[in-house]
């Protein structure tokens, strides 16, 4: 695809009516209609095949299809299904056609067998998903030949005024000029400066215009999406007078921020009092999350712990007849909020008192003794800390419990991982999301480390009930034992 002209200063109605949310809010209302309207065909299909004391009617078959709705809308939201810029891949909206239906699928399969069982229901079902696939694949190959077609005649191209011809300004239009960014969807209509000195005359062969006043006055006659506010954020004031000035633009205002440790997922604007604020992060797990979180945690543990005494028991009488020594090893680790507490594990390993356990544990290290070697093989020292559970100290899935001042090489981990604290603002687990994605055994390495953090905080804020159960079910039928556990 060629790239846009930058220079050309087409003009454009200001109130046109196309626009990338028009193209969501149709496509998203055609995949509502197809699910209902094949409810509405299955059934009268069926008309004159089943008999009328089973026959599913065209109220259950609406109900039943409005079922599906709720599912199919959640995946694609969650999958960001509904971007005009995503109906260009016929790839990507297979697999969005495909999650969706199964989704949607499920829900009405469940519900259709549990009230309305039987062959015709069965025969009913399999009618309205290939009439609702039919349909789907009809509306998303429709409107991805008219977002191409709109395309082309440049009706979806986003139309960007550049505010202030800075460093900031620079690294603006140079990224929306690049191919990997604009791909034909984005033209600089201008790049504009309120400053007389000290000013660029041009940026990527686009010439700089002095002035706010003549971006006011292009905006009367050339349609423009969005201005792009390319200030330091230290410009607070000349930042401040010039929204004042821009207020009278229709157009989208965006303040460039180049703040890469921003999580934009938190970003919102919280007022106290009258004075307003800017969110960059927020606590986790708090609120309904955090009772269902407590909730689970000494549930989980009370049943593991009832369940797994024989084997607890076993593992004590092993460790007292192979010799001298604790039958539980307790180590401070480093908790929630950077609380230190002692962990409980059965030990493994000979007693080493200059050891303070920074430096971690080694495959074949000549300290395990040889039930030791039999329990971490099979994570059977690891069930202890279901009393740190149960005394509020840990959590079952949640971030691993590190020694304080744990090394990294020749560094402590927080010197080698700068992000290494965020994970302590959760209580640490016994298993978690990184241990089931390759990070057991010793963190040797300041990839293998930067790896277990980007995981750890992947999952404190991406928590959900549905995530932990996945991670112990994960843990349970696989996660306990391997090459990588030692």
């Not at 979180?293 to 049943?303: C, F, H, I, N, P």
């Not at 057991?440 to 959900?464: F, M, N, P």
Request: overall charge positive; aromatic content about 8%.
């Amino acid at each position: 695809m060629t790239a846009p002209a930058f220079s050309r200063t087409t003009t454009a109605p200001s109130d046109s009516v196309i626009s990338h949310a028009l193209i969501n809010q149709c496509v998203r209302l055609c995949d509502v209609l197809c699910l209902a309207l094949a409810g509405i065909l299955s059934c009268l299909a069926l008309s004159g095949i089943a008999a009328s004391g089973t026959r599913i009617t065209i109220a259950q078959s609406l109900l039943l299809s409005a079922l599906a709705i709720l599912p199919y809308r959640m995946v694609g939201g969650n999958r960001r299904v509904y971007r005009w810029d995503r109906y260009h891949s016929l790839r990507w909206e297979a697999v969005d056609i495909s999650m969706g239906l199964i989704a949607g699928s499920a829900v009405i399969w469940i519900f259709a067998q549990t009230f309305h069982p039987g062959r015709d229901t069965a025969t009913w079902f399999l009618h309205w998903l290939a009439i609702a696939l039919a349909g789907i694949v009809v509306t998303r190959v429709s409107s991805h030949l008219v977002v191409r077609r709109l395309h082309r005649q440049g009706l979806l191209t986003h139309r960007i005024a550049i505010l202030g011809a800075g460093e900031e300004g620079t690294a603006a239009v140079r990224h929306l000029k690049s191919d990997r960014a604009h791909n034909g969807f984005y033209e600089i209509v201008g790049i504009f400066d309120e400053r007389t000195e000290r000013c660029a005359t041009e940026i990527a062969g686009i010439p700089v215009t002095k002035g706010i006043g003549r971006l006011i006055e292009i905006s009367r006659t050339t349609h423009i999406d969005a201005i792009i506010v390319a200030l330091p954020m230290r410009a607070q004031e000349r930042i401040s007078l010039m929204m004042q000035r821009l207020n009278s633009i229709p157009a989208e205002i965006l303040l460039l921020m180049d703040i890469s440790w921003l999580n934009v997922k938190n970003v919102q604007l919280r007022n106290m009092d009258g004075y307003s604020f800017l969110q960059v992060a927020k606590r986790p797990i708090v609120g309904a999350h955090g009772i269902l979180k407590a909730l689970e945690d000494y549930l989980v543990a009370t049943v593991a712990v009832l369940l797994c005494w024989p084997i607890m028991l076993a593992a004590a009488i092993a460790i007292r007849l192979e010799g001298p020594g604790p039958i539980l090893f307790r180590q401070r680790r480093v908790g929630f909020n950077h609380r230190e507490f002692n962990l409980l594990k059965f030990r493994s390993m000979q007693l080493d008192p200059a050891d303070d356990g920074t430096k971690g544990t080694r495959e074949n290290d000549p300290r395990v003794t040889r039930v030791g070697n039999f329990l971490r093989k099979h994570s059977i020292d690891e069930l202890p800390q279901l009393f740190n559970v149960l005394r509020g100290e840990m959590a079952v899935v949640g971030p691993r419990a590190h020694v304080p001042k744990m090394l990294v090489g020749e560094q402590i981990y927080p010197e080698a991982v700068l992000e290494y604290p965020a994970r302590h603002r959760v209580k640490p687990g016994i298993t978690g999301w990184a241990q089931i994605n390759g990070m057991r055994g010793g963190i040797h390495t300041e990839e293998k480390a930067r790896r277990g953090v980007q995981l750890d905080l992947e999952y404190v804020e991406g928590w959900s009930p549905w995530l932990d159960i996945e991670i112990m079910a994960k843990t349970l039928f696989g996660g306990l034992w391997g090459r990588s556990v030692f």
